[in-house]
Every structure is written in C-alpha cells, then in structure tokens.
C-alpha cells in the first residue's frame, strides 16, 4: 500500500515544521471515553501542538457524535487520586 505524505503550514504557535505522525486521540462524553487510534496528525516538531487535515478532522467530528456502538474494549485503572497522593 502507498503512504501518503501531507504537507502542512508550518506552526501557527511557533513557526515550527510540522510533520504528519500517527498519534491517539481520547474523546470524552461525560463519563464515557473513547481511544482512537494510529489518527493521521500533523505534530509541530517544535512544540508538539497537534494539527488535523480537514478531512481527518471531519471524520473524527463524525465519528464523536456518539459512543461507538461496535468498538473493541480494552479495560483500564480507575485510580482515585487522594488514594495514590497517600502512598506515595
Ligand atoms: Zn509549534
């Protein structure tokens, strides 16, 4: 399979070239969560502030309407801070 590459403008913050990585993104619904992940991302090699090509950003507006109805589920630690601020 081809990869594509994507040009972006260079840092709207810093000035700083930005390339097109794979990074997760967390999307929140009140108490719900959901991990996408491997999400085409232009990242400012400066800063690190996290740019998205118009199409990607449509697609993920679409697909944080809702929940995910159909998604793989993967389990992680709910840790209560004042729990983990004693211990330590
Ligand atoms: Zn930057």
């Given at each position: 399979?081809?990869q594509?590459?994507?040009?972006?403008?260079?840092?709207?913050?810093?000035?700083?070239?930005?390339?097109e990585?794979?990074?997760?993104?967390?999307?929140?619904?009140?108490?719900?969560?959901a991990?996408?992940n491997?999400?085409p991302?232009?990242?400012?090699?400066?800063c690190?502030?996290?740019y998205?090509?118009?199409?990607?950003?449509?697609?993920?507006?679409?697909?944080?309407?809702?929940?995910?109805?159909?998604?793989?589920?993967?389990s992680v630690p709910?840790?209560?801070?004042?729990?983990?601020?004693?211990?330590?």
């Amino acid at each position: 399979m081809k990869q594509e590459s994507h040009s972006y403008d260079d840092c709207h913050i810093c000035g700083g070239h930005v390339k097109e990585v794979r990074q997760r993104k967390d999307h929140y619904w009140k108490d719900k969560v959901a991990v996408f992940n491997d999400v085409p991302t232009g990242q400012c090699q400066k800063c690190g502030s996290p740019y998205y090509r118009p199409e990607i950003r449509a697609r993920l507006d679409k697909l944080t309407r809702r929940p995910p109805a159909n998604a793989r589920y993967i389990s992680v630690p709910l840790v209560r801070y004042a729990n983990v601020s004693r211990s330590i």
